[in-house]
T-cell receptor, first 112, second 113 residues
């Protein structure tokens, strides 16, 4: 069975600073996909970034980058130059058999 | 392209009633997935449809059912509502490509009284 662990229930970051949100996963599948989503208070899940298990390079999308350490089974999200609009819940997820398994999420609060 | 749309956005029902939620995927997407989000259980997978066929189902009772139409629009139905069914129900459509990214709609907030 797949499992996603996000150990930080809440995080604070100063505006314009970088922040790392932790995610570890457990799977026996050799091929898998890892995703990060942002969920503002409105409820919609917004796709941020994807990392495939065979990707050699860490994924990047604008201010988002993924620190992928396959041997450690970790896929941490790095947000650079935090903005007030980054305050939200962040979820790490793994895809298998047409479904996503999500972690419990991390609530990020950006302080002006 | 328009995003995933879900209707209604908010719903209040009483125990024992049934409810139907609707989801229209992004144009061209043929796969639709449903998730339930509650404060206690987090995000849980309900089921996934592709070309009108259910390919995968989560661990939910038979009161939860779904279907997909030929135009890829999907509905989920919950019969005999219980208080614990109060949740945010999220629908996602899956894009093509190696990532098969799921793009979510705004969700339907269901309150069961």
């Amino acid at each position: 069975a797949q499992k996603i662990t996000q150990t930080q229930p809440g995080m604070f970051v100063q505006e314009k600073e970088a922040v790392t949100l932790d995610c570890t996963y457990d799977t026996s599948d050799p091929s898998y996909g890892l995703f990060w989503y942002k969920q503002p208070s409105s409820g919609e899940m917004i796709f941020l970034i994807y990392q495939g298990s065979y990707d050699q390079q860490n994924a990047t999308e604008g201010r988002y980058s993924l620190n992928f350490q396959k041997a450690r089974k970790s896929a941490n999200l790095v947000i650079s130059a935090s903005q007030l609009g980054d305050s939200a819940m962040y979820f790490c997820a793994m895809r298998r058999s047409y479904q996503l398994t999500f972690g419990k999420g991390t609530k990020l609060s950006v302080i002006p | 392209k328009a995003g995933v749309t879900q209707t209604p956005r908010y719903l209040i029902k009483t125990r024992g009633q049934q409810v139907t939620l609707s989801c229209s995927p992004i144009s061209g997407h043929r796969s639709v997935s449903w998730y339930q989000q509650t404060p206690g259980q987090g995000l849980q997978f309900l089921f996934e449809y592709f070309s009108e066929t259910q390919r995968n189902k989560g661990n939910f009772p038979g009161r939860f059912s779904g279907r997909q139409f030929s135009n890829s629009r999907s509905e989920m139905n919950v019969s005999t509502l219980e208080l614990g069914d109060s949740a945010l129900y999220l629908c996602a459509s899956t894009g093509s490509g190696i990532a098969e990214t799921q793009y979510f709609g705004p969700g339907t907030r269901l309150l069961v009284l």
